[in-house]
């Protein structure tokens, strides 16, 4: 009852979605006016931002029942959207066409899928434990179609697809998921009892990234992330307090802008059931700005200290998640069964940690990304590099960065753990 009233609401009401090219002179202006709904704000950045659209800044108003944004957005060389295609799926996405109740399913939900099977897993991080997971996926006759991982505060999650060795498709076999399920639990613990692994597994599509945010969020690895003052120079800077006259908390941020950065902002803020009433996001330099006008669902603004440090460290691991360390790495090459078990144990093997990785696969090709770090915290050396890629193929892994340019981060403290990578000798 609660879908057909709300798409009522919307064949009443349909979106307005307005995009000018020619009231900014070095950003396309998407206007975006429709009634207003909880999560509608989360909606309308994850659709900009699964473009690879740069938002360089936005106005956000939402009192009483209309929500009406303005975003300034450009593509990855700072370009304006001149794309015909690409306007026209803005305009089709966000606009009258559009069915913001599937795209909220797609992100929060599951969509039945039979092209592979959805395995999400959060754990403590440990040195090897991406190499030891990919070894059981193709010891398991699993192939790795899709995967996203992200380590943070010693915490590890991942979101992988995978199907089917032989047929490629969603393995559907309960004994077999059971086996899946339990193997994997079981390199999850580890030797750490003190910390809860969990594997889920379900034939399904869910917004990876939104799904990441909400595992790691669960996990609670926004606990006690700044202990090591070394890190305090790189800590965003975060605030809120309370506008006691509008009943409103007012939330700010500062921090160096990346991409993404207003999606896994605006991501937690709604996982955390607060609702952004007004907004302003500037982030045209190369630091990023961004004020947020919130209240609870239920209506309250911030109650106590507590929740208010709640918040901010929230934002802060949130921020923190996506933060690319390390050398990047590419890889470039016909699909196989075993593959990202292969690489990463050539990474193990030479003493590199995967502190970020995704995977894809497109038409049989494998396209992945690797960001990785000397495993002792030093910078990577030049031969280890050459030595990998001989290894794995000078053309198949391409280097998107320079071995110098690690020089310039520091040691990580003890309370960072490894992901990818595992000493020699071990």
């Known amino acids: ?26 950003a396309t202006v998407i206007r975006v006016d429709s009634a207003n709904k909880h999560g509608i704000l989360l909606e309308v950045v994850q659709a900009l931002t699964d473009l690879n659209l740069i938002i360089t800044k936005a106005y956000i ?103 089917d060795e032989e047929t490629g498709c969603a393995i ?38 939104r799904r990441l945010h909400q595992m790691m969020f669960a996990d609670r690895d926004y606990e006690n992330i700044y202990n090591d003052r070394s890190d305090e120079a790189q800590r965003p800077n975060v605030n809120v307090v309370n506008w006691c006259d509008k009943d409103y908390s007012v939330v700010t941020i500062r921090s160096k802008d990346r991409p993404k950065l207003l999606f896994d902002t ?32 239920d209506g309250s603004p911030v109650k106590s200290d507590a929740e208010r440090q709640r918040v901010i460290q929230c934002l802060e691991a949130a921020i923190e998640r996506r933060v690319s360390e390390g050398l990047k790495l590419e890889l470039c090459t016909m699909d196989r069964v075993g593959l990202l078990s292969d690489v990463t144990r050539i990474f193990r093997e030479n003493s590199l940690s995967v502190t970020r990785a995704e995977v894809t696969t497109r038409a049989g090709k494998a396209v992945n990304t690797f960001h990785v770090r ?52 071990r």
Request: glycine share 6%; charged share 25%.
């Open 1 to 26: 009852m609660d879908d057909e009233y709300e798409k009522l609401i919307r064949r009443m009401n349909p979106p307005r979605v307005v995009i000018d090219n020619e009231a900014c002179k070095n």
């Open 61 to 163: 108003a939402s009192d009483g029942g209309w929500f009406m944004d303005v975003f300034n957005v450009t593509d990855q060389d700072g370009n304006k959207i001149t794309d015909e295609e690409i306007l026209d799926y803005i305009q089709k996405s966000l606009g009258s066409d559009a069915c913001f109740i599937s795209s909220m399913r797609r992100s929060v939900g599951v969509i039945p899928s039979t092209d592979h099977t959805s395995i999400e897993l959060t754990g403590s991080d440990r040195p090897g434990l991406l190499s030891e997971v990919s070894a059981v996926l193709t010891h398991l006759k699993c192939n790795v179609v899709n995967a996203e991982v992200w380590t943070h505060n010693t915490r590890a999650a991942a979101v992988m697809h995978v199907a």
């Open 172 to 209: 559907t076999d309960p004994e077999r998921l059971s086996k899946v399920k339990q193997l994997l639990c079981n390199v999850l613990k580890g030797s750490n009892k003190s910390r809860e692994a969990k594997t889920v597994v379900s034939h399904g599509v869910t917004h990876t990234e």
């Open 266 to 297: 605006v991501c937690t803020l709604t996982d955390m059931q607060y609702v952004v009433f007004h907004a302003n996001v500037d982030a045209e330099g190369p630091e990023a700005y961004q004020e947020y006008y919130i209240r609870h669902i």
């Open 374 to 425: 000397d495993a002792s915290g030093y910078p990577v050396d030049a031969k280890t590099i050459d030595s990998i890629r001989e290894a794995i193929g000078q053309t198949i892994l391409q280097v998107k960065g320079s071995p110098e340019e690690i020089k310039q981060i520091p040691q990580e403290s003890r309370t960072r753990f490894l992901f990818g990578g595992l000493f020699k000798s």
